[in-house]
Every structure is written in structure tokens, then in C-alpha cells.
């Protein structure tokens, strides 16, 4: 017969297999449809880094690794104290996912990257050129990476995601803007 710690135990650890097996997929199947649901209905394209998959992967794998040790450390201050910093730890590697995106309006560019704290809106007259970074792959030209040039100085650069799928548009509106268009082949 089984009293009621074992039972809580294989609780804990049965969530926290779920937990960790959702680390896998929750980031892609979740986290992005619940910005998408939230960012603002006038995004025409919204994207997300690989770096807040893979935050947001991490950060639930900590929270499982937190439920594991409610149910494996058998020092109840040790055992409460290591789930704290892990469901902590586990919390910040999600709100990283969550806060990591970039979508675009007919106005403005907005970019809120990975480790940032607030999103930048940028106007479409902000920008002074867009590039395409082009490589090749199999004998076949391919866009590596978007970088993105502001008049103030800064540089929005990203090889992955969705803005691969938006640099046309994106090229457009700066050209519209009064910004440049360049094509740069990277020397292999």
C-alpha cells in the first residue's frame, strides 16, 4: 500500500516526464502562437528567433528538472531550496521565449531580440539600407542572413526564422522610405 508521500512523488515526477518531453515542441507549438495571438492584430508578419525555441525549451526542462527535485531529494530544506532556484531559473528561460519576437506593420518595424528587456519600434524613414547576405549552398544561391541598417547606427541582423520569408517586404518598404536595397555575396 502506498501512502500519501509516494504518491505525491510519482506526481511530481510523472508531470515533470510531460514537462520534459514538452521542452521539445512547446516552445514551437506554443510559445509562438501565444505571441502571435497577442502581438498586435495590425502585424502583417511576425517572427521569432531560434534563440527563444531554444530559451524557452530550456527554461521548461528546468522547471521538470525542479518537479524531479521535489520528488527525489529527500532534505527538505535542500530539496525546497533547489526546486525554488530551478522553477525560477525555469520561469526566467520562458519569459526570454515569450519576450523574443519581431513583427512588422505598414508602419514601422518592431524588434524586441533575444536577452532584451523592451521592443524598439522602428519607422520605416529609421532605416538607411537593407541587405541581403547571399551564400551558396549546393551550387544554388541562397539569402544567409538579413541585416538591417538605422540611421542611428544600429544593426538588426538575423539568419534565420521568418525574416527570411518577410525580406522582400520588408526591402520594399524600406525602399519606399527612402532607404537602399543591396545584394552582398558572402566569399565562401
Do not use: C, H
Amino acid at each position: 500500500m502506498y501512502d500519501f508521500v509516494d504518491q505525491k512523488k510519482i506526481i511530481y515526477i510523472t508531470f515533470a516526464i510531460i514537462l520534459l518531453i514538452s521542452s521539445l515542441f512547446a516552445p514551437v507549438a506554443i510559445f509562438y502562437p501565444l505571441k502571435v495571438i497577442f502581438i498586435t492584430p495590425e502585424a502583417l508578419a511576425i517572427g521569432t528567433s531560434y534563440i527563444s525555441l531554444i530559451t524557452g525549451g530550456i527554461g521548461i526542462a528546468l522547471i521538470a528538472a525542479g518537479l524531479f527535485a521535489l520528488a527525489l531529494i529527500e532534505m527538505r530544506m535542500k530539496k525546497y531550496l533547489a526546486a525554488a532556484i530551478l522553477f525560477v531559473a525555469g520561469s526566467a528561460g520562458m519569459w526570454l521565449s515569450l519576450s523574443d519576437y519581431y513583427y512588422m506593420t505598414t508602419d514601422e518595424f518592431t524588434y524586441n531580440g533575444p536577452f532584451s528587456i523592451s521592443s524598439e519600434s522602428y519607422k520605416w524613414e529609421d532605416f538607411e539600407k537593407i541587405e541581403e547576405r547571399i551564400g551558396k549552398e549546393d551550387n544554388t544561391q541562397t539569402v544567409q542572413s538579413v541585416a538591417m541598417y538605422l540611421k542611428n547606427g544600429d544593426v538588426i541582423e538575423m539568419s534565420s526564422g521568418k525574416i527570411l520569408e518577410m525580406r522582400g517586404d520588408l526591402a520594399s518598404r524600406i525602399q519606399q522610405a527612402g532607404g537602399l536595397y543591396e545584394r552582398v555575396e558572402l566569399e565562401q
